[in-house]
Antibody
Framework: EVRLVESGGGLVQSGGSLRLSCGASGFTFDGSWMTWVRQAPGKGLEWVAS????????SYVESVKGRYNVSRDNRKNTVYLQMDRLGPEDTAVYYC????????????????WGQGTLVTVSS | QSALTQPASVSGSPGQSITISCTGTSSDIGGYSYVSWYQQFSGKGPKLLIYEVSSRPSGTSTRFSGSKSGNTASLTISGLQAEDEADYYCSSYRNSGSRDVIFGGGTRVTVL
């Protein structure tokens, strides 16, 4: 059974930092791209970041570039999202998800999702 | 990054068919076959419904189908059921120099 379990969310003051973790099981972790998607309260889904199988390739939505860093530890089957200089606009539920791949790279859809972790940034 | 454009809401009666549109550009939907659709119930995480425009993962009802024409993708729900009442999001790869993903704003489906 595939499982993705996020942790690390919580309440933080504006300007602060948080590190989210997502533990994976039930699939070949180092054979998968991983992605983070967030959802602000009452709003839609927003892609945040993706990371390649060995961590050498990363992509970010423009609004978090320079503030967020996605990383992974394939020995621990875990992907991380380090979030710095947080602002109220970063308040959201953050989901991690697996992105399917083929020989050419990611296939840009996520077939497994975690339950999400809530990040609240107070001003 | 501008989101893909979806109608805010679509409604239909049980048994009817409804279609949700998702409009992008030639840099995303129009240029690639990496369109996917997700279903989300209130308070729950998203669930993959359709990938690569029209493929269904195991577990997705055949009542859900996807298509694309030009810069617009569509999700059709046939034989609408009360349990289909949820939010639906489209997503696509966007060529912006890196491996970006873009979502639509979401469509609330109401079963009358």
């Amino acid at each position: 059974e595939v499982r993705l379990v996020e942790s690390g969310g919580g309440l933080v003051q504006s300007g602060g930092s948080l590190r989210l973790s997502c533990g994976a099981s039930g699939f070949t972790f180092d054979g998968s791209w991983m992605t983070w998607v967030r959802q602000a309260p009452g709003k839609g889904l927003e892609w945040v970041a993706s990371i390649g199988r060995d961590g050498s390739e990363k992509s970010y939505v423009e609004s978090v570039k320079g503030r967020y860093n996605v990383s992974r530890d394939n020995r621990k089957n875990t992907v991380y999202l380090q979030m710095d200089r947080l602002g109220p606009e970063d308040t959201a539920v953050y989901y991690c998800a697996r992105m399917k791949v083929n020989l050419l790279g990611p296939r840009y859809f996520s077939d497994y999702w975690g339950q999400g972790t809530l990040v609240t940034v107070s001003s | 990054q501008s989101a893909l454009t979806q109608p805010a809401s679509v409604s239909g009666s049980p048994g009817q068919s409804i279609t949700i549109s998702c409009t992008g550009t030639s840099s995303d939907i129009g240029g690639y076959s990496y369109v996917s659709w997700y279903q989300q119930f209130s308070g729950k995480g998203p669930k993959l419904l359709i990938y690569e425009v029209s493929s269904r993962p195991s577990g997705t009802s055949t009542r859900f189908s996807g298509s694309k024409s030009g810069n617009t993708a569509s999700l059709t729900i046939s034989g609408l059921q009360a349990e289909d009442e949820a939010d639906y999001y489209c997503s696509s790869y966007r060529n912006s120099g890196s491996r970006d993903v873009i979502f639509g704003g979401g469509t609330r489906v109401t079963v009358l």
